[in-house]
């Protein structure tokens, strides 16, 4: 499993940069990180429990706290701050950042919602 060497929250640009020892980079963005967490609450607590997460276009992170040498808990400023994003987890979220909004987009269409204009 790829270790982050550089984890940067950017404010102005609202995204989360990350540098990983393989040499992989991405810029995941708030939104993006809101909507794609991985606590129960969006994700439920098994296959087709998952909630759909609206709303969240302006979301800040206020806050990017360790956990062990494993993960981080983000802190968003809509109160939201359970789930832990392990590094497979963003590495992942980074790799699959592209199908994985499409998804999304999809899935807000779907269910009659759109996204604000930022």
Known sequence: ??????????QTSRVLALTFDDGYCCELGFEYLRISSPSAEVKGHGPGQET???????VQVIGCEPVGNYAVKLVFDDGHDSGLYTWDYLYG??????DNWAHY??????????????
């Open 1 to 10: 499993m790829p270790l982050p060497t550089e984890i940067r929250v950017r």
């Open 52 to 58: 759909l997460v609206t709303g969240k276009e302006r």
């Open 93 to 98: 979220l980074g790799q699959e950042q592209s």
């Open 105 to 118: 987009l999809t899935r807000l269409t779907e269910a009659g919602h759109s996204r604000a204009p930022i």
